[in-house]
């Protein structure tokens, strides 16, 4: 049902019940608003969002306040201006003044803010906040001085993702937000999936910067250095250089890479074929064992550290399968050295992910050998970018070349990765082939597709049926988890990413995308999957031959040795 409310003198429709921020900006004037989160019960904290109502003595919240027929709004006038002006004033009285050597520089809200209302003196001064950063994490930096206290991560860390790292602590003006008893992150039950990062409207929170040892590297003659990239990071990375969004520009991306001084440049979606190879076979495996619990998907770092602390309980049922990204180091460590003749040792092996919880992965025991990491150095989208901007690449002048071989060969299944459900949709198409019978014809399964928390498929192969269910957005995995537990899950596999959407929607890719530019980069990966002429895992011959010279085959010895982990408890000391 439709209302007449009075907006600046014009009367516009707008739903009986939506908020006034709703139903202005669905007549195209937005509100400015520090806490607001869309898809969350508003709160009214931080008040930027108030407007005039006639007939109110106060100034009232928009973001709360649900719109009544006939209601009388004025969204910018002077009274309002002054009140959201006074605002970002008293925000920035105790605020560090270093914007220039800011992470968020250029695309800080409150930086943004000041610009819109014009705040150009300081009117109020006030005792600058002086709290020590907190490096402790292998993948998040916490600095509480920037911290404006809007909640967005606390909200998001307790609402999207149920892990409750964040809180308020203390009352009235000793407020702080912080983890438990205010201890460093690494403390903490952080699973650094970096969405606090995302939702921060200003540096508070931002990732650990590794760019100083990839540029050492560069420079060392002594070493061979080698990057791989993620699916996502090729359809998001437009967005930095102002290119439109969902944008494939992995062409691009190589080229770049080599400019700047790269030996190899390799794609990750190869290891993703692999894992597909071997998640498969060991869903085979444990069908004719008849296992009733379902088998856990392994490619997301943040859910594994999630399970690591809280579901120590199905620890064993998650799959033993590398992530992409740390299959692909592990075979540039220990195959790659006999094709190129680099001594390993000599190997300094970059990835470019979307997501800040590989920066936690790439450091973890098991993934070192002989005193050789699988992965040295981790890169967000965002870092990527500031990498080719130090070295003063135009993207618009670059031609686009292809990865190198071996591992740059992919199918478009390995694309796939990116999005919640392209994992499960890959394997759903390869299964048939693992359990001995022919490969399929690489159909769409639209029930994967789409970024709804929750999706379910069937694949018949003969008379053998496997139920799948893929969750992304972490506190939704939680009933699906409860109904292993009580041995009531029907599932066969189950596909859990930490963030909503899955790697496209990671904590490292480019600050500020809305659900519009999630979907665009998740219809670019679905789109290339439609125009490839390998679309299946088990047909890129890359994988083939990977397995006719070294690994010997799905779940072999080497195989198994190389390309799969172990998990074991870990304890949170508060």
């Known amino acids: 049902m439709f209302v007449k409310i009075e907006v600046n003198n014009k009367l516009i429709k707008a739903r009986k019940g939506e908020t006034i921020m709703s139903a202005l900006e669905s007549n195209g004037i937005m509100i400015p608003s520090i806490c607001a989160m869309k898809d969350f019960t508003p709160t009214g904290a931080c008040r930027m969002c108030v407007v005039e109502i006639e007939g109110k003595q106060g100034l009232v919240p928009s973001c709360s306040e649900p719109v009544n027929e006939w209601m009388k709004i004025k969204t910018h006038s002077p009274r309002v201006i002054r009140s959201r002006k006074t605002i ?89 937000i912080g983890t438990a008893c205010n201890k460093d992150l690494n403390f903490s039950n952080c699973i650094s999936c970096g969405q606090c990062i995302m939702v921060c409207p200003t540096g508070a929170l931002f990732e650990k910067d590794c760019l100083p040892e990839v540029e050492d590297a560069l420079h060392n003659s002594d070493k061979n250095v080698i990057i791989q990239y993620d699916p996502s990071v090729g359809v998001a990375l437009a967005e930095e250089f102002g290119l439109k969004p969902g944008k494939d520009i992995s062409g691009l991306i190589h080229a770049a890479l080599r400019k700047i001084g790269f030996d190899k440049v390799f794609d990750t979606s190869f290891a993703a074929d692999l894992v597909t190879t071997e998640l498969s076979h060991q869903l085979v495996a444990r069908k004719k064992q008849k296992v009733k619990k379902p088998l856990l998907s392994s490619c997301c770092p943040a859910w594994i550290k999630f399970a690591e602390q809280s579901c120590t309980d199905i620890l064993s049922d998650i799959s033993s399968c590398k992530s992409p990204q740390q299959m692909l180091g592990a075979v540039i460590k220990t195959v790659y050295p006999g094709i190129s003749g680099f001594d ?231």
């Not at 498929?457 to 537990?485: C, D, M, Q």
């Open 88 to 176: 970002v004033e008293l925000l920035l009285s105790n605020h560090p003044d270093d914007c220039l050597y800011c992470d968020r520089n250029g695309s800080c809200e409150l930086q943004g803010l000041a610009e819109d209302l014009n705040v150009r003196e300081r009117r109020i001064v006030g005792k600058k906040n002086k709290y020590k950063l907190d490096h402790s994490s292998p993948a998040i930096v916490r600095d509480p001085a920037k911290c404006i206290l809007c909640g967005r991560c606390v909200r998001m860390c307790d609402e999207r993702l149920a892990v409750f790292t964040l809180d308020f602590i203390n009352r009235g003006n000793s407020t702080i």
């Open 344 to 574: 390993p040792g000599s190997i300094f092996s970059v990835a470019v992910t979307p997501c800040t919880a590989k920066k936690f992965e790439a450091q973890r025991e098991e993934m070192t050998k002989k005193g050789l990491s699988d992965i040295d150095a981790v890169l967000t989208t965002r870092q990527l970018a500031r990498l080719i901007k130090l070295y003063g690449i135009d993207m618009s002048q670059v031609e686009p070349e292809i990865a190198d071989e071996p591992y740059g060969v992919r199918s478009s299944s390995g694309k796939l990765f990116g999005c919640a459900g392209g994992m499960t949709e890959s394997v759903m198409r390869t299964l048939p082939w693992a359990a001995g019978g022919k490969d399929p014809e690489p159909s769409r399964i639209a029930e994967l597709r789409g970024i709804k928390g929750k999706k379910e498929a069937v694949l018949k192969i003969g008379k053998t049926s496997y139920k799948f269910a893929v969750i992304s957005g972490l506190a939704n995995a939680l009933p699906v988890l409860e109904t292993i537990r009580a041995g009531t899950c029907d599932y066969d596999f189950i596909e859990i990413m930490a963030c909503a959407g899955g790697c496209i929607n990671g904590g490292g890719q480019p600050i500020g995308a809305d659900e519009n530019v999630v979907k665009a980069r998740m219809k670019a990966l679905y789109g290339l999957d439609e125009k490839e002429i390998i679309r299946l895992a088990q047909k890129n011959p890359k994988i083939c031959e990977l397995y006719d010279d070294f690994l010997g085959g799905p779940l072999s010895e080497k195989s198994r040795d190389v390309l799969h982990t172990t998990y074991s408890v870990r304890k949170v000391l508060l």
